[in-house]
């Protein structure tokens, strides 16, 4: 039963890298890909548990981080490839209002981080254009708008896994 662990996570992890890599290669697909990227995690997430999964992450999120020349694609997953994991805790919220504030709060603290991070430490300055700053405050909301889909077809894909595709990769 080990063995069947260690490969689906490392398959999952190889996967999630191959789509990563993809991104780099396709223009615009900045953050088309780190989305795919997450979709390898919901098989670890859903046969193995959170501690798996975030692995998965862990190690794609580097492999990203070193190999990927789009630095931003690689900081996308590195700042939102965990959500996956994350996403059962945050659905267990009972009040609906707050389990989407807690959501859309998550989604706003990350890309506000990332983006910082990408300014200051690694000197992108072309995100840093003060002049632009109503349009920032537009793509801030069309990311969390992006986040609330991303978390809706998640919830929808591990369904598919449970009934439909789990079956073809695990006999009996």
Request: glycine content about 6%; hydrophobic content about 55%; charged content about 15%.
């Amino acid at each position: 039963m080990r063995s069947r662990r260690t490969a689906l996570c490392g398959v999952s992890a190889a996967l999630g890298t191959a789509l990563l890599l993809l991104g780099g290669l396709i223009p615009g697909a900045t953050y088309c890909a780190p989305l795919l990227g997450m979709l390898p995690l919901i098989p670890c997430m859903e046969e193995y548990g959170r501690g798996a999964a975030l692995s998965v992450y862990a190690v794609t999120a580097a492999l990203a981080v070193l190999l990927i020349p789009d630095k931003e694609l690689a900081c996308v997953y590195l700042f939102f490839g965990y959500y996956p994991a994350l996403k059962p805790a945050l659905d267990q919220i009972a009040a609906r209002p707050l389990r989407l504030a807690a959501k859309l709060a998550l989604c706003t603290a990350a890309a506000l981080t990332m983006y910082f991070l990408l300014i200051r430490v690694l000197g992108l300055e072309q995100l840093s254009d003060d002049a632009a700053l109503p349009l920032r405050a537009l793509l801030l909301v069309m990311a969390n708008v992006t986040f609330l889909l991303l978390d809706r077809a998640l919830g929808q894909l591990s369904l598919v896994w449970r009934h439909r595709l789990r079956r073809l990769f695990f006999r009996r």
